[in-house]
């Protein structure tokens, strides 16, 4: 990376990112026992749960009832979260115990992502927040 092009951007990461969700207890849930997270803090009068592993940190948001599904070509917003594993075998156990978890629907098993060295597996979880990713990149 150039001098230049560090100099343009004075970001640092990724800090957190918020999901709304339409079941919070059990979007918390899927992020707590399915992927190991814990519950970091948590605001009731919105309501919010905050959860992290200590490498990503993601607030879950309670939606109304009423509340319309994203639409990836008629909503402009966050279309997806991609979670990152250490290794394919990681992968593959992750996989085998999302897949089961209640109320997650497999959109695509574990495949490799085209033209690239990442192999991927897509899940909508329990709120139907879609395409959750987790890649491996091999070297």
């Known amino acids: 990376m150039s ?4 100099d ?6 990724v800090h957190h990112v918020g999901l709304s969700v339409s079941n919070l207890p059990d979007s918390l849930k899927f992020f707590t026992e399915a992927l190991g997270y814990s519950k970091a803090g ?19 948001w309670q939606t109304e009832k009423d509340a319309t599904k994203f639409d990836r070509k008629k909503n402009v917003g966050l279309h997806h979260l991609a979670l990152s594993v250490a290794s394919l075998d990681d992968l593959k156990k992750l996989f085998a115990k999302v897949a089961k978890f209640p109320g997650v629907k497999v959109n695509r098993e574990p495949e490799a ?6 192999t991927h597996f897509f899940v909508f979880e329990p709120s139907g927040f879609f395409g959750t990713i987790w890649t491996m990149y091999q070297n």
């Open 8 to 13: 343009l951007s004075l970001v640092t990461g």
């Open 42 to 60: 948590e605001v009731k009068e919105y309501p919010a749960v905050f959860v992290s592993n200590g490498n990503s940190f993601v607030t879950l």
């Open 3 to 6: 001098t230049e092009s560090k």
């Open 113 to 118: 992502l085209k033209g690239t060295k990442a």
